[in-house]
């Protein structure tokens, strides 16, 4: 589905990552892993189009993506993007900020699924609450509802358990385990929780300072090993 090669990105003068590769493929949780600061948003946002890479390629389902293409272009191809701090629209109700993926659909798509309400039942009980009263944990299942509105083939997950109370934590877990099991969509997912992230995760990539470090598969990936690349 994705595959990014040799990409870089610069904040000014300051170059943030190193010529990263990478793929995502359908049916499957790739976990971008790392700690604080190695640019792992900043990848999240070179492939979403929210920052202009200054190198590299992408491609999406085997057609390259423009070094200039911007979100809104992306996201009509069906990148999804959840990003850190959820960005939900405070002053617009549950409903109306699910209806703000509508923007990526022909007008007959334009819908609220039933399946949204069926991930997350909460959001059909406050549907008409205004999104800025919502808590912390129900705002991350609406920021996550509101990109599977949009119908994603990618969708990225910026630290979806960030200050997320245990339960809601599980509930968004079981959401990503059924969307990966479903099998027609690529899911990368940015973690700082190890747990959660090995727990989902079928690759793993490692950031160390913009540069891929580690890249493998669950399957020969030795949890220590992981846990001991992330955190040194």
């Known amino acids: 589905m994705l595959n990014v090669e040799n990409l870089t990105l610069h904040y000014g003068h300051s170059q943030i990552l190193h010529d990263v590769s990478m793929s995502a493929n359908l049916g499957q949780v790739t976990c ?32 390259a993506i423009a070094q200039s293409a911007r979100a809104h272009v992306l996201a009509r191809e069906g990148v999804g993007y959840v990003p850190q701090g959820r960005d939900v629209f405070p002053l617009m109700t549950v409903r ?49 509802a509101r990109a599977l509105v949009a119908k994603p083939k990618l969708l990225l997950l910026d630290e979806p358990t960030e200050g997320i109370q245990p339960n809601i934590i599980k509930q968004i877990g079981d959401v990503i385990r059924f969307l990966r099991d479903r099998g027609d969509m690529a899911i990368i997912l940015v973690e700082q929780f190890f747990d ?32 001991d690349a992330v955190t040194i």
């Open 196 to 227: 959660f992230a090995f727990d989902l995760g079928d690759e793993f990539v490692v950031l160390k300072r913009g540069e891929v470090t580690l890249s493998s598969d669950k399957a020969s990936t030795e949890r220590q090993k992981l846990l």
């Open 32 to 63: 971008l892993m790392g700690s604080n600061g190695v640019g792992k948003t900043s990848l999240l946002k070179a492939i979403c189009g929210a920052h202009p890479r200054s190198g590299g390629t992408v491609s999406l389902d085997g057609h």
């Open 96 to 144: 109306e900020n699910l209806e703000t993926g509508y923007a990526c659909l022909d007008r007959a798509e334009r819908m609220v699924p039933d399946e949204i309400f069926e991930l997350f039942p909460v959001l059909q009980e406050m549907r008409h609450r205004r999104g800025g009263d919502l808590s912390g944990g129900q705002q991350q299942q609406l920021a996550i």
